[in-house]
């Protein structure tokens, strides 16, 4: 079967390679072009502020283009910040929902916690030195459209702006949005996932995700049910589900690692995708985007979980030697827990037999 049949089975890998920027591929999803196309078909219906057909296919064509730079420079953000830990970023895909970067930082809470932050922290800039020009530009800083509920008018509805003051304003507008919606606590957006990695270093990897996960299910209903009220319903639904899916199968991957462990996957995940290779004569397309994120998380997971085991062995052989040397009254509470935890492990292991 061809390269198209393979990706026509799931329409989530229907996109196309536009461009490549620091090593990093460029993609774009078949559907961020359809709806990009209906809403500059809605802006040119509904007619410009001056009625004319040219100013508004200009406007419709105009946001579309700073939409899609601005989440453009979000995800290279993310992707600068994997890079400033260590990690690796190959690609980005931009589609109906905003943007995905294909990122894999180090395995430690500052690590994640870094490449998060890079992302908005792009939008910051953006807002901080499109604010100051609108500012110093119009001579008052009630220009700068602040308020969410009107990001894309100036606070004194008064104030004069000519046209290119008005684009600037548009250019915040879509930062400042972008911002506010992305540092929502809803995983797997940008605000839960900073929550996580900020719960990792106190409850541990596997328990950060499970409240993370739970914290962003409750709010993906929220924002659904939210959606009911406000014109934009369709895409707060979209966002939604996409939201609550991704939480779903986050908590599946967590139990399943629990169940099976490292290295009962069926792949050797320490051979990278090189584990798929078959010695079939027909060579079979590389992952889409998703099912490579999808790869890479249970690779991720496998190899948090042989990194726990491995810490637990440890502790309990530390334990064990303390024993031996100073006594079971020398244990403190957190070595007692660890030998009562490998006891009922050794239990229930010989009782499985």
């Not at 809403?39 to 283009?65: H, K, M, N, Y």
């Not at 490449?115 to 500012?135: D, E, R, Y």
């Not at 969410?148 to 600037?168: C, E, H, K, N, R």
Request: net charge neutral; with cysteine.
């Amino acid at each position: 079967m061809g390269r198209f049949g393979k990706i026509s089975d799931n329409p989530i890998n229907w996109s196309f390679k536009v461009g490549r920027l620091f090593a990093i591929d460029i993609r774009i999803h078949i559907l961020f072009i359809v709806c990009a196309v209906w809403l500059v078909s809605t802006q040119v219906r509904d007619g410009g502020p001056d009625g004319s057909f040219t100013r508004a296919l200009i406007d419709g064509l105009g946001i579309e283009c700073l939409l899609f730079l601005v989440v453009l420079m979000h995800e290279f953000g993310h992707c600068w910040g994997a890079r400033k830990t260590g990690g690796t970023a190959d690609e980005i895909l931009i589609w109906p929902l905003g943007g995905l970067a294909s990122v894999s930082p180090p395995h430690t809470a500052r690590a994640h916690m870094i490449t998060t932050v890079a992302g908005p922290m792009v939008n910051v800039i953006f807002c901080t030195l499109s604010a100051i020009v609108l500012t110093v530009w119009v001579g008052t800083a009630s220009v700068v459209p602040i308020n969410p509920l009107s990001p894309f008018s100036p606070i004194d509805p008064l104030v004069y702006t000519t046209a290119a003051q008005q684009w600037l304003m548009i250019f915040f507008g879509i930062n400042y949005v972008l911002l506010l919606f992305n540092l929502m606590p809803v995983f797997p957006f940008d605000g839960g996932r900073i929550l996580q990695a900020w719960l990792w270093k106190r409850k541990g990897h596997r328990r950060s995700m499970e409240i993370a996960t739970s914290t962003g299910m409750f709010g993906a209903v929220a924002i659904a049910l939210f959606g009911l009220f406000t014109d934009q319903g369709f895409l707060l639904f979209g966002v939604a589900a996409f939201g609550y899916i991704t939480c779903w199968q986050q908590r599946r991957m967590l139990r399943e690692t629990a169940e099976f462990g490292a290295g009962e996957f069926g792949y050797d995940f320490s051979k990278g995708y090189g584990a798929f290779d078959t010695d079939e004569t027909e060579t079979e397309p590389s992952p889409g985007f998703f099912e490579r994120r999808r790869l890479q998380k249970l690779a991720r997971s496998a190899e948090r979980v042989r990194e726990e085991r491995e810490a637990h062995a440890r502790a309990v052989e530390d334990t064990l030697r303390k024993v031996s040397a100073e006594g079971v009254e020398s244990l403190t509470p957190k070595e007692r827990r660890i030998l009562e935890e490998e006891t009922q492990r050794q239990r229930t292991s010989d009782s499985d037999r």
